[in-house]
């Protein structure tokens, strides 16, 4: 068996079942090859399951300060179990609505573990019943994401020493827990297992948590975190000190390459020192084969890895100028979520000036009791053109898509007023930051 298509893509995450569905739209037969589940780490094991525990901790506050509204309730013992079935459940819906997705369009779902034979045939393995078979494109689109990362020479056993994976699976909360790592994943677990009664240190090797970001942010997310009473060290040199006392080590450290299944060797495919897949807008050293998502080495989100998708089917379809430059919102799920979105040339502009405004001067963040937090802003003092937005607090992973558009179109600070934002909102505290960045929000008194 050897069947022929225009289009093989490797891997059926979010770069994969994208671009699929795109060069389907486009006429181009397409086959999509993943070897375990559809809908990639995101879905299964990744960004969907981790907010889903993250809810269920969210609605376990909400119910214990509805005394703020002066209702009465108390609530059973929390079964983490139950909530791992419910988490498991969603994620089986939505892996069968992607399936449906693909089946519209005609996608043939090849379940196997792809290599490569040459630059336009690939052996598949079959995850069904282990025979072998071939199949041919004339393009093929590698998609196969990347995987955790083990640090210190310590390698996972999947009992004591976990992954992000893992950790979504445990049935019950554990006595203590060691986490290994202080960036977004570090840190959005250690929150989620911590709100259900875990003894939760965190560990962070650079001065800061989130070391890529805002120093103001990160150490916002720093109180909140010690206000959830977990233990935070940063500039930790050793974080495998006293490991001993931990019921669980969950490293949590970055992100690895996923290509060395493929026999990349076999179409001398380059890759990076780090063994991720050498792009240029999407296109390799082979010339009929194109890298998309994490597997390229570059933003390791699923929403870019989803935009990669669409972009590779119009680069080789519609011969599109696929190169973006579009702002990218980033979001950590702590207790409160923390957002933020720049200028892709942020970084290029000299006098800027920076607004803040505290969500306790926010109507509905007094009548939703989510006092917590801020907006802040920057603006080009010449243009007054709005350069970014860091929020912390609540609705800050919903209200940084608004920033982002905000950012994408080049608003003034001019463009906004009162007039398009809905009273009373949260929303509001992003014009009230922009004002105050040149001293005329009416909504602060002086000097905030």
């Known amino acids: ?77 929390v079964s983490f179990t139950d909530i791992i079935n419910k988490k498991n459940r969603m994620v089986e819906n939505l892996s069968k609505g992607i399936q449906r997705l693909l089946e519209s369009y005609g996608i043939d779902i090849v379940k196997g573990k792809a290599s490569f034979k040459s630059s336009t045939q690939l052996n598949i393995k079959s995850s069904i019943d282990g025979g072998e078979f071939e199949i041919s ?21 999947h009992i004591r020493y976990i992954d992000s994976t893992d950790a979504l699976n445990m049935e019950s909360i554990p006595r203590n827990m060691l986490v290994i790592g202080g960036g977004a994943i570090g840190i959005e677990l250690s929150s989620i297992f911590a709100s259900f009664g875990c003894d939760v240190t965190l560990r962070e090797f650079f001065p800061q948590l989130l070391p890529s970001e805002d120093s103001e942010l990160s150490g916002e997310i720093l109180k909140n975190l010690l206000r959830q009473g977990i233990k935070v060290e940063v500039s930790c040199e050793n974080s495998f000190k006293d490991e001993d006392k931990f019921e669980k080590v969950l490293i949590a450290a970055g992100r ?38 994490d597997v390229a080495g570059k933003s390791f989100l699923a929403y870019t890895a989803g935009q990669d998708g669409i972009n590779v089917a119009e680069k080789i379809v519609n011969k599109k100028n696929t ?22 040339n942020f970084n290029e502009y000299k006098n800027v000036l920076y607004g803040k405004f505290l969500l306790s001067a926010n109507a509905r963040a007094q009548i939703e009791f989510e006092r917590t937090g801020w907006v802040k802003v920057a603006v080009d003092k010449e243009s007054e053109k ?63």
């Open 1 to 77: 068996m050897n069947k022929k298509y225009d289009v093989a893509i490797i891997g059926a995450g979010p770069a994969g079942y994208t671009a699929a569905v795109r060069f389907a739209q486009l006429g181009l037969k397409v086959a999509l090859v993943e070897k375990d589940k559809l809908g990639g780490t995101c879905l299964n094991s990744g960004c969907i399951p981790t907010k889903f525990l993250w809810q269920a901790a969210k609605t376990k506050q909400k119910i214990l300060k509805s005394y703020e509204y002066g209702i009465k309730a108390s609530m059973e013992p």
């Open 137 to 157: 494109a004339d393009t093929i689109i590698i998609a196969t994401g990347s995987k955790t990362k083990p640090v210190a020479n310590i390698q996972f056993d």
């Open 256 to 293: 690895q390459s996923s290509v060395e299944e493929l026999n990349i060797s076999n179409i001398n495919l380059q890759t990076d020192k780090r063994d991720f897949i050498l792009s240029n807008q999407y296109s390799t050293n082979v010339y009929n084969i194109f890298a998309a998502g």
């Open 323 to 344: 190169e973006s430059n579009d702002p990218i919102p980033k979001v950590v799920f702590s207790f409160p979520p923390a957002a933020s979105v720049k200028d892709t």
């Open 386 to 448: 709005i350069l970014g937005v860091w929020l912390i607090g609540h609705n800050a992973d919903e209200l940084i898509n608004t920033a982002a558009v905000m950012i994408k179109a080049g608003m003034k600070v001019s463009d906004l007023s009162k007039n398009i934002f809905f009273h009373p909102g949260i929303s509001e505290a992003i014009l009230g930051a922009c004002e105050n960045a040149l001293q005329k929000c009416t909504d602060l008194p002086r000097n905030i």
